[in-house]
């Protein structure tokens, strides 16, 4: 099964700044999830884009989506020190099974 | 509301040990139940998946197992742990989907697994 691949593999910002994270994959997709973890923690679940979505909003998130070059970026607007987390994108192969990139480390700083 | 809890948080357990993680879901019915394991600073392997009782998919041989003896529970084990068993694992459920998929996951809070 394909997994994502997360770019860059960190990032650091300035409170109040946006953060943008890219995902790349290489066969079609079902869907494609945006994931977050703070240190030691588990991962909570931010937005779902569906293939025949191109764009979707939540808060201060914004997830694109283009299949036709087969990535997805993650926008964090005016972001905050609270921010600081992993972020992972996630695909969905079959029985929704989802595989992981290996995350893009936010940090930002005040 | 649907919760899901994880536990122990840390454990520390000597080569060839047993382990026995187990994680139980509450407020649904009939989820998909998974475990992932994360090395320090990586992304998150699949061990196992389950779509109802008793019924496991293994991704990746190795030295663990997995039983759901209950509809909402999932245990983790192994009958001798090696260094490499260390790390980080998480439990997750998700709606059951027998179609394209499109639902995200619940995480549990993990079990921190240090094999000395």
């Known amino acids: 099964s394909q997994q994502g691949e997360e770019d860059p593999q960190a990032l650091s910002i300035q409170e109040g700044e946006n953060a943008t994270m890219n995902c790349s994959y290489k066969t079609s997709i079902n869907n494609l999830q945006w994931y977050r973890q703070n240190s030691g923690r588990g991962l909570v679940h931010l937005i779902l884009?569906?293939?025949?979505?191109r764009e979707k909003h939540s808060g201060r998130l914004r997830v694109t989506l283009d299949t036709s070059k087969k990535s997805s970026s993650l926008l964090i607007t005016a972001s905050r020190a609270a921010d600081t987390a992993s972020y992972f994108c996630a695909l969905t192969g079959g029985g929704n099974k989802l595989t992981f990139g290996t995350g893009t480390q936010l940090k930002v700083e005040l | 509301s649907q919760t899901i809890h994880q536990w122990p948080a840390t454990l520390v357990q000597p080569v060839g040990s047993p382990l026995s993680l187990e994680c139980t879901v509450e407020g649904t019915s009939n989820p998909n139940l998974y475990w992932y394991r994360q090395a320090a600073g990586r992304g998150l392997q699949l061990l196992f998946y389950?779509?109802?009782?008793?019924?496991i998919s293994s991704e990746v041989p190795q030295n663990l197992s997995a039983s759901r003896p209950q509809d909402r529970q999932f245990i983790l084990s192994s009958k001798k742990l090696l260094l490499s068993d260390s790390g980080f694992y998480l439990c997750?459920?998700?709606?059951?989907?027998?179609?394209?998929?499109?639902?995200?996951?619940?995480f549990g809070s993990g079990t921190r697994l240090t094999v000395v």
């Open positions: 997750a459920w998700s709606v059951s989907n027998r179609g394209r998929g499109g639902y995200g996951y619940t």
């Open positions: 884009i569906r293939s025949n979505e």
């Open positions: 389950s779509v109802g009782i008793g019924q």
